[in-house]
């Protein structure tokens, strides 16, 4: 059975370190940004992530797209 994909939603997720947990542990925050145009490029994506920790000062610790597919049978 072929099972065929397309991208249904984009999402720009960023990772701020926020602080320590009381182990000694690192913290993290993570800001999660959705209705992003689907045929968005990687490069404009790690630019917009950086421009927006640029605008709150932060840390930035990482930028991932997670991009949300629906999946279908292709018998």
Do not use: Q
């Amino acid at each position: 059975m072929a099972v065929s994909k397309n991208v249904s939603d984009v999402k720009l997720r960023l990772r701020f370190p926020n602080g320590l947990t009381s182990g000694g542990k690192a913290k993290y925050k993570t800001v999660n940004l959705s209705n992003v145009k689907l045929d968005v490029t990687d490069e404009a994506l790690y630019e917009a992530g950086n421009a927006y920790a640029g605008l709150v000062n932060g840390e930035l610790e990482s930028v991932s797209r997670v991009d949300v597919s629906d999946m279908t049978s292709a018998d």
